[in-house]
């Protein structure tokens, strides 16, 4: 197993177990790096094609963009020439992701249960898209 995967897994019961105590904004914070996790697995593990993580490190890949938008924009490239309509949702709904993540980071507003809950199970759902299309596990 991958160590990327090792962390979405870790990510993954962190954020059930943060909510489950009360804490918000740290749960939706490892919902999305449990996505942002799966989503680097993925791409360097995929049947054909994989990425190079050298390479993608290095900074060649990410010298204008950081880490989160370059992962995004690859995986989402290679997700629109698979399966449009799951390309198209996963747009909408990482950036939610996305969203529900920089507000529990960074707003100044108490991050809320129901927030917590849409965010693992976007999380959850953006996941199983990448598993679907791209056939890793």
């Given at each position: 197993?991958?160590?990327?995967?090792?962390?979405?897994?870790?990510?993954?019961?962190?954020?059930?177990?943060?909510?489950?105590?009360?804490?918000?904004?740290?749960?939706?914070?490892r919902?999305y790096y449990?996505?942002?996790?799966?989503?680097?697995?993925?791409?360097?593990?995929?049947?054909?094609?994989?990425?190079?993580?050298?390479?993608?490190?290095?900074?060649?890949?990410v010298?204008?963009?950081?880490?989160?938008?370059?992962?995004f924009?690859?995986?989402?490239?290679?997700l629109?020439?698979?399966?449009k309509?799951?390309f198209?949702?996963?747009?909408?709904?990482?950036?939610e992701?996305?969203?529900?993540r920089?507000?529990?980071?960074?707003?100044d507003?108490?991050?809320?249960?129901?927030?917590?809950?849409?965010?693992?199970?976007?999380?959850?759902?953006?996941?199983?898209?990448l598993?679907?299309?791209?056939?890793?596990?």
């Open positions: 197993m991958s160590h990327l995967k090792e962390k979405y897994n870790e990510s993954v019961k962190l954020a059930i177990s943060l909510q489950k105590s009360y804490d918000y904004s740290a749960s939706i914070n919902a449990a996505c942002l996790q799966f989503m680097l697995h993925t791409l360097f593990n995929k049947k054909n094609d994989p990425y190079n993580k050298e390479h993608f490190y290095s900074g060649a890949l010298a204008e963009k950081s880490t989160h938008k370059q992962a924009n690859l995986i989402t490239t290679d629109a020439k698979i399966h309509p799951d198209r949702w996963f747009q909408q709904h990482f950036q992701l996305k969203k529900l920089t507000s529990a980071d960074y707003h507003e108490k991050a809320t249960s129901e927030n917590a809950d849409i965010a693992i199970k976007k999380s959850e759902a953006l996941v199983n898209i598993k679907n299309n791209f056939k890793t596990s």
